[in-house]
């Protein structure tokens, strides 16, 4: 059982395995028809996913105890197909998981983030046209969001866009504080950057080795 704990926990950096878990507590299913199930919801959009993984995942978590084979089917030459269900630990599983997601804020490492910090390498003309693209790519991500929330608003009620919703929040909350940052960049008030641009004079400067 200690064995089981190890390999839950290991598992526990994959949303794809919670989503698995999840969409079993539905009904049993095999691992094609979970693929098109997450699919068909636009998991994907929120949830790395591809076959190949979600394969992985599936032997994982039959390993772990959290699902079981329940039958193996085949219809006509197509290959066989493992139908799995959940077991009692894999719905404990799927409380404990998505209790710890939404209650607690954890340190994310995004590649916005990482490239926020090493920003000044680039010339503070060439940062701020750089966010500017940004700015506008965010706009049209927003666009095309706003479009698909219109859209599913006629079919599916909001609890079931509300990774949506918020995913427009977050980029919304983004384009305006590059707004600010980058009319602070260009103005010339943002503290520090007298630093900035002396630190690329000096590079400017120096002599070729």
């Known amino acids: 059982m200690e064995q089981g704990k190890v390999i839950v926990a290991r598992k526990r950096s994959n949303p794809l395995a919670l989503a698995v878990l999840a ?13 098109t199930t ?9 949830i790395r996913l591809n076959y190949g993984s979600l394969y992985s995942v599936v032997q994982s978590m039959e390993r772990a105890g959290l699902i079981e084979a329940q039958e193996t089917t085949r219809a006509g ?16 599983e799927v409380v404990d998981w998505l209790s710890m ?19 000044p390498v680039m010339s503070p003309d060439d ?11 965010l706009t049209e991500l927003l666009r095309t969001l706003d479009t698909f929330e219109e859209m599913a608003a006629a079919r599916v009620g909001r609890v079931h866009m509300i990774e949506a919703e918020y995913k427009a929040v977050l980029y919304r909350a983004e384009r305006d504080w590059l707004t ?25 400067e120096a002599p070729d080795r």
């Not at 969409?23 to 693929?35: D, F, G, N, V």
């Open 127 to 137: 940062a701020a046209a750089l966010l500017e693209e940004r700015v506008v790519r």
């Open 101 to 119: 997601l939404l209650s607690t804020p954890i340190k994310e490492y995004t590649n916005f983030e990482a490239g926020l910090s090493l920003m």
């Open 38 to 46: 997450l699919r068909s919801r636009r998991k994907e959009d929120s």
């Open 180 to 204: 600010a940052l980058i009319a602070e960049i260009r103005k010339g008030t943002l503290d520090g950057l007298p630093d900035w641009h002396g630190y690329h004079s000096d590079l400017s």
């Open 23 to 35: 969409t079993l507590l539905e009904r049993p299913m095999h691992p094609y028809e979970l693929a």
């Open 77 to 92: 030459r197509r290959p066989e197909r493992t139908v799995y269900a959940i077991t009692d630990a894999g719905r404990l």
